[in-house]
């Protein structure tokens, strides 16, 4: 499975690492000067959890962790004897 929030959508992106060469300008140097240029990957905090789906099911899902602690993900109850049956609640 990809390594992708089904929350909020976050992936796997990517940018570049830079390999400096110098003496900062505020550090009494001449600036730095960029001597390589190298692709990263920028991976998200992804956690597989369980999660109550809108209809009242429990699924495993993988939620990156900014959508965890926004609230975006609604964990179960930890005891199934918390949960009343339908036809006890009548």
């Given at each position: 499975?990809?390594?992708v929030c089904e929350f909020t959508g976050?992936?796997?992106s990517t940018g570049?690492?830079?390999t400096l060469r110098g003496k900062a300008k505020y550090l009494g140097g001449v600036g730095?000067?960029?001597t390589g240029k190298t692709k990263r990957k920028f991976k998200p905090n992804i956690q597989?959890?369980?999660a109550?789906?809108?209809d009242g099911t429990v699924r495993k899902v993988k939620a990156s962790t900014k959508a965890i602690k926004s609230g975006l993900v609604v964990k179960p109850l930890?005891?199934?004897y918390a949960y009343?049956?339908?036809a006890a609640a009548e």
């Open positions: 499975m990809p390594r976050r992936r796997t570049n690492t830079y730095t000067k960029v597989s959890v369980n109550l789906m809108p930890k005891r199934k009343k049956p339908e």
